[in-house]
């Protein structure tokens, strides 16, 4: 596999290239950072992206929401010390084809490598089940979007919604960004105030009469 690390940890990152090109496969580009991830990714399109949770400038969770939406076609890992339900939750939510602790046998992490190559989830018996037991769960009782939420960008992609533009190529073009990231925020948007449609967010938007530009 052509593979991508990012971790902001140069020790670790040596040690992982030469376990993997030991192993036959290519680590094409290294990052410090999710942003840097997301940047190397668009540029080499790798296989399979080995993502590190908590990295500075932008997080794991948040590189790999942002990373899927782009390049959908791109599997990623994380490969994490956190042990976290949460944080396990969040990464496969983004998007994951996996999450591998930091602490594995190369035998089983090369063999959770290759189901991820696959198109299978790649997860540790002990993490499936905690998967499972998160599933399980009944549904909590839904609370009110909060549009507070919403960052200065995705205000201002609403902003525009609400005021008639609502396609990608006509949001890109007035905000100056890619169709791909103009996808990414609406994507945020409809997630964060739980909603399924461009058409459900302007009608929130214009119900609440939200004040976008604050």
Same mark, same amino acid.
């Given at each position: 596999? /052509?593979?991508?690390? &990012?971790?902001?940890?140069?020790?670790?990152?040596?040690?992982?290239?030469?376990?993997?090109?030991?192993?036959?496969? %290519?680590?094409?580009?290294?990052?410090?950072?999710?942003?840097?991830?997301?940047?190397?990714?668009?540029?080499?399109?790798?296989?399979?992206?080995? @993502?590190?949770?908590?990295?500075?400038?932008?997080?794991?969770?948040?590189?790999?929401?942002?990373? +899927? &939406?782009?390049?959908? *076609?791109?599997?990623?890992?994380?490969?994490? $010390?956190?042990?976290?339900? %949460?944080?396990?939750?969040?990464?496969?939510?983004?998007?994951?084809?996996?999450?591998?602790?930091?602490?594995?046998?190369?035998?089983?992490?090369? $063999? !959770?490598? *290759?189901?991820?190559?696959?198109?299978?989830?790649?997860? +540790?018996?002990?993490?499936?089940?905690?998967?499972?037991?998160?599933?399980?769960?009944? $549904? &909590?009782?839904?609370?009110?979007?909060?549009?507070?939420?919403?960052?200065?960008?995705?205000?201002?992609?609403?902003? !525009? @919604?609400?005021?008639?533009? +609502?396609?990608?190529?006509?949001?890109?073009?007035?905000?100056?960004?890619?169709?791909?990231?103009?996808?990414?925020?609406? /994507?945020?948007?409809?997630?964060?105030?739980?909603?399924? +449609? /461009?058409?459900?967010?302007?009608?929130? $938007?214009? /119900?609440?009469?939200? *004040?976008?530009?604050?």
């Amino acid at each position: 596999m /052509r593979i991508l690390i &990012a971790d902001d940890h140069a020790l670790f990152r040596d040690g992982l290239r030469s376990l993997l090109q030991s192993h036959g496969h %290519e680590v094409i580009g290294e990052a410090r950072n999710g942003r840097q991830a997301i940047e190397l990714a668009l540029q080499l399109h790798p296989d399979l992206v080995l @993502m590190d949770i908590q990295m500075p400038e932008l997080d794991g969770v948040s590189a790999t929401r942002e990373l +899927t &939406a782009q390049l959908p *076609d791109v599997k990623v890992v994380a490969l994490t $010390a956190s042990e976290q339900n %949460e944080t396990l939750f969040d990464a496969i939510k983004a998007g994951a084809q996996g999450y591998l602790l930091k602490n594995l046998e190369a035998e089983e992490f090369f $063999a !959770l490598l *290759d189901r991820a190559s696959a198109g299978e989830p790649a997860l +540790t018996p002990n993490l499936a089940r905690k998967l499972l037991q998160e599933f399980a769960k009944p $549904a &909590a009782v839904p609370t009110a979007p909060d549009s507070d939420a919403l960052t200065d960008r995705e205000r201002e992609v609403l902003e !525009l @919604m609400v005021e008639g533009v +609502t396609s990608n190529r006509k949001l890109a073009n007035r905000l100056g960004l890619s169709e791909n990231t103009v996808k990414f925020h609406v /994507r945020n948007i409809l997630d964060k105030l739980r909603l399924h +449609t /461009r058409a459900e967010a302007v009608g929130y $938007a214009m /119900r609440r009469k939200m *004040d976008v530009k604050s």
